[in-house]
T-cell receptor, first 115, second 110 residues
Framework: KAGVTQTPRYLIKTRGQQVTLSCSPI?????VSWYQQTPGQGLQFLFE???????NKGNFPGRFSGRQFSNSRSEMNVSTLELGDSALYLC??????????????FGQGTRLTVV | GENVEQHPSTLSVQEGDSAVIKCTYS??????FPWYKQELGKGPQLIID?????GEKKDQRIAVTLNKTAKHFSLHITETQPEDSAVYFC?????????FGTGTRLLVSP
């Protein structure tokens, strides 16, 4: 059974640009959550999608957005990139919405560097 | 508010020793507590979890205990090995999302 796949693994972007990251969850999983990991802030929740609907959202500015497709694959987009957006972006998949009592499995992450 | 406190931030042990990492959560509605291990350059890997109707769970050298009254849960690793060296995160799901602790860097010296 394939795990969570995130693409690309590494990205370098310039301030002001926008970027799109992709996540393919484990087959059969319908919930996809996104997290930002930085040395200073740790693992911070961005948002969660279930059945193509955003069910929960963290405290990030509107420049961070996402969507989920009918096959459960998800993308997140960051517009007008800032230096502080440099981070490891992680995607987690689980069977149901809200990670309530069900295991969440993470991908390898996308390392975004903004210069 | 949403908060999971995790201690210690770093832990150095000799191979064969035991290691204990402790977390405290805030939402009394939390009912699921996973632990993740993150190695350099990789995403977090689920290593063990516990639900609120259980006080302890063990899987080989790893165990987790939960004290719902005190809102504490702990990870215990026995007979540590160098390959246990990594960053460990606790989490809870009290706010319908994974809220992570700040992480513990475990170093196991041969």
């Amino acid at each position: 059974k394939a795990g969570v796949t995130q693409t690309p693994r590494y990205l370098i972007k310039t301030r002001g640009q926008q970027v799109t990251l992709s996540c393919s969850p484990i087959s059969g999983h319908r919930s996809v959550s996104w997290y930002q990991q930085t040395p200073g802030q740790g693992l911070q929740f961005l948002f969660e999608y279930f059945s193509e609907t955003q069910r929960n959202k963290g405290n990030f500015p509107g420049r961070f957005s996402g969507r989920q497709f009918s096959n459960s694959r998800s993308e997140m987009n960051v517009s007008t990139l800032e230096l502080g957006d440099s981070a490891l972006y992680l995607c987690a998949s689980s069977l149901v919405f809200g990670n309530l009592g069900t295991e969440a499995f993470f991908g390898q992450g996308t390392r975004l560097t903004v210069v | 508010g949403e908060n999971v406190e995790q201690h210690p931030s770093t832990l150095s042990v000799q191979e064969g020793d035991s290691a204990v990492i402790k977390c405290t959560y805030s939402d009394s509605a939390s009912n699921y507590f996973p632990w993740y291990k993150q190695e350099l350059g990789k995403g977090p890997q689920l290593i063990i979890d516990i639900r609120s109707n259980v006080g302890e769970k063990k899987d080989q050298r790893i165990a987790v205990t939960l004290n719902k009254t005190a809102k504490h849960f702990s990870l215990h690793i026995t007979e540590t090995q160098p390959e246990d060296s990594a960053v460990y995160f606790c989490a809870d799901t009290g706010f319908q999302k994974l809220v992570f602790g700040t992480g513990t860097r475990l170093l196991v010296s041969p």
